[in-house]
């Protein structure tokens, strides 16, 4: 079992920039491939990138790409989000999950989900 725990959402105004992190304890961290997803009210869940379990692979939705970075740190135990020049339609509850894959793509699945945290945008 993986456990994970989000933080750092909050309330931005539009074009601005927030980190999200994603805190995991149970089995080892550096074993799994990491995501990041996000959904808004109304719409269905999103993948919004993923990093590989060594941090040298990243894969990003192209609604995001160039504006959002993922990154990991193994010793930490912790996968970052973030998020510059963000927009009113980046608003969702944005939610990490892992992956027993160590490397993740767009349409890999994902074993062990966060509860998610709030990141609203005003315009």
């Known amino acids: 079992q993986v456990q994970l725990v989000e933080s750092g959402g909050g309330l931005v105004q539009a074009g601005g920039s927030l980190r999200l992190s994603c805190a995991a304890s149970?089995?080892?961290?550096?074993?799994?491939?990491m995501g990041w997803f996000r959904q808004a009210p109304g719409k269905e869940r999103e993948f919004v990138g993923g990093?590989?379990?060594?941090?040298?692979?990243?894969t990003y939705a192209d609604s995001v790409k160039g504006r959002f970075t993922i990154s990991r740190d193994n010793t930490k135990n912790v996968v970052y989000l973030q998020m510059n020049s963000l927009k009113p339609e980046d608003t969702a509850v944005y939610s990490c999950?892992?992956?027993?894959?160590?490397?993740?793509?767009?349409?890999?699945?994902?074993?062990?989900w966060g509860q998610g945290t709030q990141v609203t945008v005003s315009s």
């Open positions: 149970g089995r080892t961290f550096s074993n799994y491939g």
């Open positions: 999950a892992a992956s027993k894959l160590m490397v993740v793509t767009t349409t890999s699945s994902f074993d062990y």
């Open positions: 990093i590989s379990w060594s941090g040298r692979s990243t």
